[in-house]
């Protein structure tokens, strides 16, 4: 069996949309884009409005996953979704500090970790 690094960073960044998707959308006057309903008309192109691209990360708001426009997207560097996952396992691979556990939940962990090896070596 194999692990990718890459595939947990894009899972992360999907569950991430998902879990923010859950927490529900905002419905008012701004989100609704009442204004610029009247500004544009009905059967109009929204996409290139202010008002559109400042709420486009209010559903979700990916790390990774660009939403840039393509021509954007291109002068950027082109980048698919592997190449940049694989930058960040890099950068989190070279620079990740993981905090220390504190001593005395370290020791609670141990205890517990001790009292199970001793159930299970008893039968329990």
Do not use: C
């Amino acid at each position: 069996m194999t692990f990718s690094l890459e595939q947990l960073v894009i899972d992360n960044d999907i569950i991430s949309m998902i879990k923010k998707a859950m927490e529900g959308v905002v419905v008012d006057d701004e989100t609704l884009a009442i204004d610029a309903i009247k500004y544009i008309g009905v059967g109009n192109d929204f996409i290139g409005h202010p008002s559109t691209m400042d709420n486009i990360d209010v559903p979700s708001d990916p790390m990774i996953i660009n939403r840039d426009m393509l021509g954007d997207w291109e002068r950027a560097g082109k980048k698919d979704l592997a190449t940049v996952a694989h930058e960040v396992v890099e950068d989190v691979l070279k620079n990740h500090k993981v905090a220390e556990i504190p001593a005395d939940r370290m020791s609670a962990m141990e205890k517990a970790v001790n009292a199970a090896d001793e159930a299970f070596k008893k039968g329990a």
